[in-house]
C-alpha cells in the first residue's frame, strides 16, 4: 500500500469531507480488501513537516456494534413507555423533566409534554413544594435510592403507588393510579367497622373458630380466632387475650370435663357446616 492515495482505501462517500479537512479524532469507514467496510476512528497530526502527516487508525466495530444495541434497546424502551397505561416520567439533576410518557401527559400533569420537557418540575406544579412527595424525591437523588410508597397527588386528588429511583443523572419516576383500590379499601374499612361495632355490642355470644383436623380429616378441636365479650363473660369473665389464639378444650373442656360429649357433637356439627358451606 506504500505510495498509495490514501483515499483509495475510504468509502468515497467520505472523499469530498477528508479533502475539505476534518478535525481529529473523526470516524470513517474504509474498505477492506474484500470489499466491505469496516468502521474506524481515525486521528491525524503533523509528522516532520506540514506536508507530512501521521494518522493512527483504530477499528470500532465492536463499539459500534454496542451502540447499536443500546440505540436498540432504548428504542424498544421508549416504545414500551409510550404505550403503558401508567405514568412515567424523569428529571434531571435540576429537576428538569427530560423524559413523559403519554400517560404522564393526562394524569397526574394534565398537560401535554411540549409544555413539561426542559422546565423545572417545581416551577411547573408549586403544589408539590414542601410535601412527603417532594422529599422523596429529595431522598431518592440524595441517596440514589427506590423510594416505594402510596400517596394522594396534590395535583388531581388521585391516590397513586409509586416507585421513584434515584440515580447520578437525576429521578425516574413509575406511577400507577389506585384510587379504585383506595376506594374499595375504604369501604372495607367502614363495613369492618359497622361489623366490629355489632359484633361487641349485640347480646347473643359470638365467637369465630378456626377448626382443627386430624391426618384422617376429622375434626378434634378448634381454635378462637375471636369472640365478643358475651362470649367472654359466660366462659367466666375472660379477657380476650386469654382466649384468642388458643384452643377450645384448653379454654372452655377443662372446665365441663362432664359436657366432653356434647362438645365433641357441637364441633362435629361446625365441621359439617365448614365442609358444606351452608
Keep these: 500500500?506504500?505510495?498509495?492515495?490514501?483515499?483509495?482505501?475510504?468509502?468515497?462517500?467520505?472523499?469530498?469531507?477528508?479533502?475539505k479537512g476534518l478535525?481529529?479524532?473523526?470516524?470513517?469507514?474504509v474498505i477492506h480488501h474484500n470489499g466491505s467496510r469496516i468502521p474506524v476512528e481515525v486521528i491525524v497530526k503533523?509528522?516532520?513537516?506540514p506536508k507530512h502527516l501521521i494518522a493512527a487508525v483504530r477499528d470500532i466495530t465492536e463499539r459500534k456494534r454496542a451502540e447499536e444495541r443500546l440505540h436498540a434497546a432504548q428504542k424498544r424502551t421508549a416504545g414500551i413507555l409510550e404505550n403503558i397505561a401508567d405514568t412515567f416520567y424523569s428529571v434531571d439533576n435540576q429537576w428538569r423533566f427530560t423524559v413523559v410518557n403519554?400517560?404522564?401527559?393526562?394524569?397526574?400533569?394534565?398537560?401535554?409534554?411540549?409544555?413539561?420537557?426542559?422546565?423545572?418540575i417545581w416551577d411547573l406544579y408549586p403544589g408539590l413544594i414542601g410535601t412527603r412527595i417532594q422529599q422523596h424525591y429529595f431522598d431518592a437523588a440524595e441517596k440514589h435510592s427506590m423510594e416505594h410508597y402510596v400517596a394522594q397527588s396534590p395535583l388531581?386528588?388521585?391516590?397513586?403507588?409509586?416507585?421513584?429511583?434515584?440515580?447520578?443523572?437525576?429521578?425516574?419516576?413509575?406511577?400507577?393510579?389506585?384510587?379504585?383500590?383506595?376506594?374499595?379499601?375504604?369501604?372495607?374499612r367502614v363495613s369492618e367497622e359497622k361489623y366490629r361495632g355489632l359484633f361487641e355490642n349485640v347480646q347473643e355470644t359470638v365467637a369465630i373458630y378456626r377448626i382443627v383436623y386430624d391426618q384422617y380429616g376429622k375434626a378434634i378441636d378448634r381454635i378462637f380466632v375471636d369472640v365478643n365479650p358475651k362470649a367472654l363473660?359466660?366462659?367466666?369473665?375472660?379477657?380476650?387475650?386469654?382466649?384468642?389464639?388458643?384452643?377450645?378444650?384448653e379454654v372452655v373442656s377443662r372446665q365441663f370435663p362432664n359436657d366432653q360429649k356434647s362438645i365433641d357433637k357441637h364441633l362435629q356439627s361446625l365441621a359439617a357446616v365448614v365442609q358444606s358451606g351452608i
Excluded: C
Design 102 to 120: 403519554p400517560a404522564a401527559e393526562k394524569a397526574p400533569f394534565g398537560q401535554p409534554a411540549s409544555e413539561m420537557l426542559g422546565n423545572v
Design 46 to 49: 503533523p509528522f516532520t513537516d
Design 1 to 19: 500500500i506504500i505510495g498509495r492515495e490514501i483515499l483509495d482505501f475510504v468509502d468515497p462517500a467520505y472523499h469530498a469531507l477528508i479533502k
Design 23 to 29: 478535525r481529529t479524532p473523526y470516524e470513517i469507514e
Design 233 to 249: 363473660s359466660q366462659m367466666g369473665d375472660l379477657r380476650r387475650e386469654d382466649v384468642i389464639g388458643k384452643s377450645y378444650s
Design 156 to 188: 388531581n386528588g388521585q391516590w397513586y403507588e409509586v416507585f421513584m429511583q434515584g440515580h447520578a443523572d437525576g429521578v425516574d419516576v413509575y406511577m400507577k393510579d389506585v384510587t379504585d383500590r383506595k376506594q374499595a379499601e375504604e369501604v372495607l
